[in-house]
């Protein structure tokens, strides 16, 4: 079946813009998560749906940061005047479980601020 | 504080021997362990997990990982490796059943 798949895959963009970043998951699976992946570094946990309600948004680096899973499926990681910090891989999975199941990770976005 | 290290950044094994890739964690408690793989350009494939009972636990590919509670490691291994398992490993851990929290990741090289 299709596994977690992430739009776009490579996003340019120049410092002060905003960018959205989408996240399809797995049919049916009740969590979704956020990772940031600076290069050559481990993943960081960002933020944690269960369905449409955001249970955890403790790994957002600022109030830049905002996410959303308004129906319970696709979510949508948006980044307000980025900045080149925020240069990174953005990774997105999700699980069938509610907790401590097994994560299925989406390809990520490769987002360069320039 | 919570955190996982994988102490070796870079390791280079020739094709056909034995690999052991080193994670240590620092919880309170025994957490949920797991080690990913990623390839180049590619998502993190999870490998195996260990959730409870055995301490030798099986994965994909070929791969096992023993969990020790008493040095607080889940060291990841392969008899013999393969061109093919040149990637970036990653160990992780679960402690509060919401998130992953990974170690720096250790990068293998596979010489023919």
């Known amino acids: 079946g299709a596994g977690v798949s992430q739009s776009p895959r490579y996003k340019v963009a120049k410092r002060g813009q905003d960018v959205a970043l989408r996240c399809d998951p797995i049919?049916?699976?009740?969590?979704l998560f956020w990772y940031q992946q600076a290069l050559g570094q481990g993943p960081e946990f960002l933020t944690y749906?269960?369905?449409?309600?955001?249970?955890?948004k403790s790994g957002l680096p600022s109030d830049r940061f905002f996410a959303e899973r308004p129906e319970g499926s696709v979510s949508t990681l948006k980044i307000q005047r980025t900045q080149q910090e925020d240069s990174a891989v953005y990774l997105c999975?999700?699980?069938?479980?509610?907790?401590?199941?097994?994560?299925?990770f989406g390809p990520g976005t490769r987002l360069t601020v320039t | 504080a919570q955190s996982v290290t994988q102490p070796d950044i870079h390791i280079t094994v020739s094709e056909g021997a034995s690999l052991e890739l080193r994670c240590n964690y620092s919880?309170?408690?025994?957490?949920?362990l797991f080690w990913y793989v990623q390839s180049p350009g590619q998502g993190l494939q999870l490998l195996l997990k260990?959730?409870?009972?055995?301490?030798l636990v099986q994965g994909i590919k070929g791969f096992e990982a023993e969990f020790k509670r008493s040095q607080s490691s889940f060291n990841l291994r392969k008899p013999s490796v393969h061109w093919s398992d040149a990637a970036e490993y990653f160990c992780?851990?679960?402690?509060?059943?919401?998130?992953?929290?990974f170690g720096g990741g250790t990068r293998v090289l596979v010489k023919p």
């Open positions: 992780a851990v679960d402690a509060a059943g919401n998130k992953l929290t």
């Open positions: 749906f269960q369905n449409e309600a955001q249970l955890d």
């Open positions: 260990y959730f409870s009972g055995d301490t």
């Open positions: 049919s049916g699976h009740v969590s």
């Open positions: 919880y309170g408690a025994t957490p949920y």
């Open positions: 999975a999700s699980s069938p479980d509610r907790v401590f199941g097994e994560q299925y």
